[in-house]
């Protein structure tokens, strides 16, 4: 197992920050900072999403307030994300309309999850969000995106 050093504190008042480690060059970087916990947890999300896209490891650190001092919050494991085919398109609709709107409810279910608070998902939340996405229609995806944006606090 790699050893890698323990994510530094960021400098200066305390607010919420998201940092990277770059195993090339072993050291952390700084990727998304506010002072607000949604937005950085959204970037982390989306980083996390580009980063396995390209096949590099990532590992995070979670830095934010707490009665007015820094603490370090736990990021989720290393996961290894699933990819999934795309459902065939339905009989007469075209294959590149069905493949918009499947991408489309699915980027609207990724979108809540990561509001949310849920930003690095396993094999087994990738299959249930792609059964949803698979089953519902637009408007049963983003309702339930609604909710999952309201439990996250984002609203």
Do not use: C
Request: glycine share 8%; proline share 10%.
């Amino acid at each position: 197992m790699e050893s890698r050093p323990e994510s530094p504190q960021p400098q200066g008042a305390p607010r919420w920050v998201a940092m990277f480690y770059r195993p090339a060059t072993g050291s952390w970087r700084t990727a998304a900072q506010s002072p607000h916990r949604s937005p950085v947890l959204y970037a982390l999300g989306e980083m996390t999403r580009a980063v396995r896209a390209r096949g590099d490891e990532v590992t995070v650190a979670l830095w934010g307030p707490k009665d007015g001092a820094w603490h370090r919050y736990d990021a989720p494991q290393r996961q290894t994300a699933v990819s999934r085919p795309g459902p065939e398109p339905s009989p007469g609709e075209p294959a590149t309309l069905a493949e918009r709107m499947t991408g489309r409810r699915h980027q609207v279910l990724m979108a809540g999850l990561t509001n949310a608070g849920l930003y690095d998902l396993s094999p087994e939340d990738d299959t249930t969000v792609q059964t949803l996405v698979e089953r519902l229609d637009e408007t049963a995806v983003r309702r339930i995106a609604d909710w999952l944006t309201a439990a996250g606090g984002t609203r």
